[in-house]
T-cell receptor, first 119, second 111 residues
Framework: EAGVVQSPRYKIIEKKQPVAFWCNPI?????LYWYRQNLGQGPELLIR????????DSQLPKDRFSAERLKGVDSTLKIQPAELGDSAVYLC?????????????????FGPGTRLTVL | SQQGEEDPQALSIQEGENATMNCSYK?????LQWYRQNSGRGLVHLIL???NEREKHSGRLRVTLDTSKKSSSLLITASRAADTASYFC???????????WGAGTKLIIKP
């Protein structure tokens, strides 16, 4: 079974440039997460989707970040414009327990991440 | 915000020795999970322990949970070079699906 796929693996851009990350979750997984992980820290949730609905985007900096999951499968996360402080690893994860069941126990499967460097 | 705090921040041991990492958290939880992250790779789920469980085993891994002290420990027995990685604990609350992560323990196994 293929795992969570992310691309690109690395991205270097100058500040004020736009950037986009793509994620393909594990087949059949309804729930998709985007996290940001700064060096030496654990992941921080940016947004969570159940199917195509963003059910929690409270920690997404909406002035410059946007995300979509149009058909409830693949997802893209965009930053426009990027700032120096956006340099981090952006992780995508998926799980197979949507809705209320997700509150019972949620094992998340992570992709390799995209390492973003903003110069 | 991060709830879990791992201790120690870094640990270096000889291959074959046991490694113990600790995690403390602040609020009540439904479950606690341990993940491993190798350099340049994504996070891999290792083990989940529920709030009504005290101990759980998986291969060379042993996890304990003390809800009265709001702490958990991960023991890796007979360590191998391939165990070199960062280990994170993550907690999930009753009424919230969200996983709250600690900053991780960096484990180095010396050959």
């Amino acid at each position: 079974e293929a795992g969570v796929v992310q691309s690109p693996r690395y991205k270097i851009i100058e500040k004020k440039q736009p950037v986009a990350f793509w994620c393909n979750p594990i087949s059949g997984h309804n729930t998709l997460y985007w996290y940001r992980q700064n060096l030496g820290q654990g992941p921080e949730l940016l947004i969570r989707y159940e199917n195509e609905e963003a059910v929690d985007d409270s920690q997404l900096p909406k002035d410059r970040f946007s995300a979509e999951r149009l058909k409830g499968v693949d997802s893209t996360l965009k930053i426009q414009p990027a700032e120096l402080g956006d340099s981090a690893v952006y992780l995508c994860a998926s799980s197979s327990l949507p809705g209320l069941a997700a509150r019972a126990a949620d094992t998340q499967y992570f992709g390799p991440g995209t390492r973003l460097t903003v110069l | 915000s991060q709830q879990g705090e791992e201790d120690p921040q870094a640990l270096s041991i000889q291959e074959g020795e046991n490694a113990t990492m600790n995690c403390s958290y602040k609020t009540s939880i439904n479950n606690l999970q341990w993940y491993r992250q190798n350099s340049g790779r994504g996070l891999v789920h290792l083990i989940l322990i529920r709030s009504n469980e005290r101990e759980k085993h998986s291969g060379r891994l042993r996890v304990t949970l003390d809800t009265s002290k709001k702490s958990s420990s991960l023991l890796i027995t007979a360590s191998r070079a391939a165990d070199t990685a960062s280990y994170f604990c993550a907690t999930q609350k009753d009424s919230n699906y969200q996983l709250i992560w600690g900053a991780g323990t960096k484990l180095i196994i010396k050959p």
